[in-house]
């Protein structure tokens, strides 16, 4: 351990050595990496893809392959009266149709393929509402259903500047217009989360570094982080489809991480100065020490993300992928950017003091203070406090157990978006489903009578069920595929959408195969959707034995205790628990949801738990380990456990809480925007991280190691030996120890 820790030193003093040159180095990436990032950012979709091939998916390419024009993407333009409008309706919808009719297809081959308004009364049946007042213009956009996004801007653009002309309103939904908004709802909040978070971030830093300067480099380090990890995640485009949720993710990680370990090592360096060392000495030490236990952090959060890259769907590997990036981008700074600056600041770091700001750092951060008295408070009664604590716990993490899991869909889209308000009328006058049909796909020959009886057959099953409408039949010229399009009046990422996939593969999908010398497959928008659900819900149980498995590992390696790993493990498992039973009782029961200004939704979405658990398990297992290092060391100094508790909490209290504090009004100002998405995903991990700062730390850490007592220390004589033999005697704890004494 003393030669790693020895390298970390060299390495900022190599930094360090030349600072101008390593600031220039990291300025240049950072300004090169926002060029990158700006030039080839579009290409990050908004939508989510596979990177296997589910049923699905093989009937996205069958049909593609075979029958190209069912493949391109429809949107549904939608055309409705105002209320107040009375008398001549119907001609004047009309008219107005014809209108928008030509102004679509005069936009030209190159955007638009196809653009259907009724013309007869078959037409009329279908795409104009009962009472008339509604009707539908439906615009087959050019290329295929991947490259929608690329066409749809300018049907958007003449919608927008059609709506509320000559008293009829004009609105556009469909999978492509659904992207193109949910980019921009994606960038607006992520603008809208950085106006709050930043500045309350800057006043925490503030208060925690007591001055102005050094409130302000933890800044710098995660601004210079997070363009190198954007550009690596554009980069990883060329690849494979990156999910444009993946910028919200990175910019949020880079600053909670990088604004947390920055704080650490900026701490460390201004006490080694305070200690009368000069500034080569003092960046060499708090890189030996904080340094090394930054590099550790990041090393369990990464350990943590990787478990996200096991599932094939494109937005967990590209949000696991993005998150790494940022997190190594986040390390490789603070060890080399970090010692640069510090030798260009000098004494200047100090700038701009808060006296009182430095006196609540000092007063509570010593094993005297305010940390370490609340620490021996819960230890007077330890069981009480570790059967309060979980059982708080516990009962937050009971509504977990009717959570109900889905994808987003329309209906958690703010009303004023376009998109939302063209869905509306759709599924009130319509049906919710024509933009996104589901196709049954036959493929076989279909010139075989057992074919024709089958296909007439199962349209009279598909009928005869009130769900289903058929709004289309076409079939492949050279005779072996036939595609039946069935609409369902509902949201197609709706638990209703996917039952009705399910029933059709079970249902009707077997009795066809039976009946005829034929392949049966579901497809479709809401086909894809429910393969997701299926795929996440499949690789869930690997994933968590995954990075369960790696975080026991690396506990039970940097403190050699086989009852702390397990006891750090059950109480991530609660704290994590925990903050899906606050999810799912604010966005799923509505608990609260319109007080905080939250959408509450039928499900909550399918991926979200997975990240959450293993961006928490990460983040949690971090705080864990930067306190029970602290705790350890005291505890090889005296060999009282209950004295070493008292002390580790003491001396780690205000800088874990001011690092919490910080990422959570990070993950806050995500909750605040419009999209449900950011909403679950802000809230979940804010009142995840809250809860592992207070009731974790506070009352079950020190209660539990006081329960226990010696035996917290417990290892195997032969485990320690193999431990040993792998590792060595040092512990993979012993930098994080050093970076907590006082």
Known sequence: MTHRLASAARLAGLSAQRPRLMVAIWLAAAVACVFVYLAWGDALAATDDFLTTPEAKQVERLVAARLPGIAADTEVVVVSAAAEQAGGVRKALMRRIDELSESI???????????????????????????????????????????????????????????????????????????LELRALAGSDLRRGERIGVPVAIAILMVVSGALVASLVPLALAAVAIPVALALTVAMSEWFEVSVFAVNIVTVMGLALGIDYSLLIVSRFREERRAGHDVGAAISRAAATAGRAVSFSGGIVVLALTGMLIVPYSILTSLGAGAIFVVAATVAAALTLLPAVFRCLGERVDCGRLRRAQCYVQTRSTPDGLWARAARAMMRRPLIGLIVGC???????????????????????????????????????FSAGLGSPILLTVEGDLSDPRTKALLKRADDLVTADDRFSVIGYEAAPAGDLAVVELAVNADVTSGAAMDAVHDLRERVAPVAEALAPVKVLIGGSPALYADAIDMISTFTPWVIGVVLGLSFMLLLVAFRSLVIAVQAIAMNLLSVGASYGLVTLVFQEGVGAEMLGFTQVERILAWLPLLMFCVLFGLSTDYYVFLLSRIRERYDQTGDTA????????????????????????????????????????????????????????????????????????????????????????????????????
Request: glycine share 12%.
């Open 105 to 179: 297809a005069a936009i030209g081959p190159r955007d638009i393929a196809e653009v259907r308004s009724f013309r007869n009364e078959e037409d009329a049946a279908a795409l104009i509402s009962r009472d008339g007042r509604s009707a539908l213009i439906l615009v087959t956009l050019a290329g295929n259903a991947s490259d929608a996004e690329a066409h749809v801007q300018p049907l958007y653009d003449l919608v927008r500047e059609a709506d509320g002309h000559d008293g009829f309103s004009v609105a556009v939904t469909g999978s492509a217009t659904w992207g």
């Open 391 to 429: 059982g708080a716990l516990v009962l937050l993490s009971l509504p977990l157990f009717g959570m109900k899991m889905g994808m987003g869909g329309m209906q958690e889209f703010p009303d004023s978006t376009v998109a939302k308000q063209a869905f509306t009328i759709l599924r009130r006058d």
């Open 643 to 742: 004295e070493a508790v008292v002390c580790g909490v003491g001396s780690t209290g205000g800088i874990i809480t001011g690092a919490a504090a910080i990422m959570v009004a990070v993950f806050a100002g995500m909750a605040i925007g419009d999209l449900s998405i950011f909403q679950q995903l802000g809230f979940g991990l804010a009142v995840a991280i809250a809860i592992d700062a207070t009731i974790v730390r506070m009352v079950i850490v020190p209660t539990a190691m006081t329960v226990f007592g010696g035996v917290s220390w417990y290892l195997p004589r032969r485990l320690g030996r193999f431990l040993t033999s792998v590792f060595g005697e040092a512990r993979a704890g012993e930098a994080v120890r050093q970076t907590a004494r006082p």
